[in-house]
T-cell receptor, first 114, second 110 residues
């Protein structure tokens, strides 16, 4: 299929380690989004890219979180010095350019910090 | 920012009956309202959406209604089937940022 692909599906790390999560958006989708979903809750917005430009990073919880999309396609969400409260499912979504476009989600990366 | 409230948090229905989920939003600038279905271990799947210039939209067994004056929108599922069992999320959008409700766990009893 040609959906949003995320890897790894599961990641276990020790507190203090750095992690990198990858997102491959749908081909042709200019906009890319990262969301964080805690257990039993709805996803929360983290950051938004249009092509390679990061237009909104207001949802990133701290300066330990960093996202990039250097060539306007694949994106990486990096978390430095992980803490237990970072445990969550990290979801990536993509859409066509423009306001109010349907966003299509990947299956997420479940991150567990021990 | 936008605040979306969703009710009920859980819903159990007999197969063949209807299910209704209701959401309210706070930001009058929101003008796009998608609904997502999320199954265990999967990402949210877009099932239907409605824009602010439309009051109602239907797609087979699912329909959405929107009341912009009351800042209220609803999802209706008719003739429920076991495969409709999942968590459903409403969301409100102004431009690009999705603000989700807390979700409704729907269980369809056979």
């Amino acid at each position: 299929g040609a959906g949003v692909s995320q890897s790894p599906r599961y990641k276990v790390a020790k507190r203090g380690q750095d992690v990198a999560l990858r997102c491959d958006p749908i081909s042709g989708h200019v906009s890319l989004f990262w969301y964080q979903q805690a257990l039993g809750q709805g996803p929360e917005f983290l950051t938004y890219f249009q092509n390679e430009a990061q237009l909104d990073k207001s949802g990133l919880p701290s300066d330990r979180f960093f996202a990039e999309r250097p060539e306007g396609s694949v994106s990486t969400l990096k978390i430095q010095r992980t803490q237990q409260e970072d445990s969550a499912v990290y979801l990536c979504a993509s859409s066509f350019e423009g306001a109010n476009q349907p966003q299509h989600f990947g299956d997420g990366t479940r991150l567990s910090i021990l | 920012g936008e605040n979306v409230e969703q009710h009920p948090s859980t819903l159990s229905v007999q197969e063949g009956d209807s299910a209704v989920i209701k959401c309210t939003y706070s930001d009058s600038a929101s003008n796009y309202f998608p609904w997502y279905k999320q199954e265990l271990g999967k990402g949210p799947q877009l099932i239907i959406d409605i824009r602010s210039n439309v009051g109602e939209k239907k797609d087979q067994r699912i329909a959405v209604t929107l009341n912009k004056t009351a800042k209220h929108f609803s999802l209706h599922i008719t003739e429920t089937q076991p495969e409709d069992s999942a968590v459903y999320f409403c969301a409100a959008v102004n431009d690009y940022k999705l603000s989700f409700g807390a979700g409704t766990t729907v269980t369809v009893r056979a």
